[in-house]
């Protein structure tokens, strides 16, 4: 754990310069959102896989109406026909 001397150090920057406050709030927020997409990317895209004895190859088993990308803006995925083969 960090040392209290740390945090109290910390406090009375805050206090001293309350202009650091919106830095670290964003970089903080900044942080937060890159691991929670590295962790969408590990846990939902096609390209990883985690199990490779059960689920060797991930991509094959997405249906074509599976919306994997993070934004789509103009594609309705629920349209979409299988126009490829099973393996």
């Keep these: 754990m ?3 001397k740390f945090w109290d ?3 009375r920057q805050i206090k001293r310069n ?5 830095l670290i709030s ?3 927020l900044g942080m937060g959102s890159a691991a929670l997409y590295l962790l969408r990317l590990a846990l939902r895209s ?3 896989s985690w199990d490779r004895k059960n689920n060797p190859e991930p991509w094959n088993r997405l249906s074509p109406n599976d919306q994997y990308k993070f934004l789509a803006v103009s594609m309705d995925y629920k349209k979409l026909k299988k126009d490829r083969p099973d393996f």
Aim: glycine share 12%; aromatic share 12%.
């Design 26 to 28: 964003f970089i903080g």
């Design 46 to 48: 096609p390209d990883v």
């Design 9 to 11: 150090r910390f406090i």
């Design 18 to 22: 309350p202009g650091l406050i919106p």
């Design 2 to 4: 960090l040392d209290t």
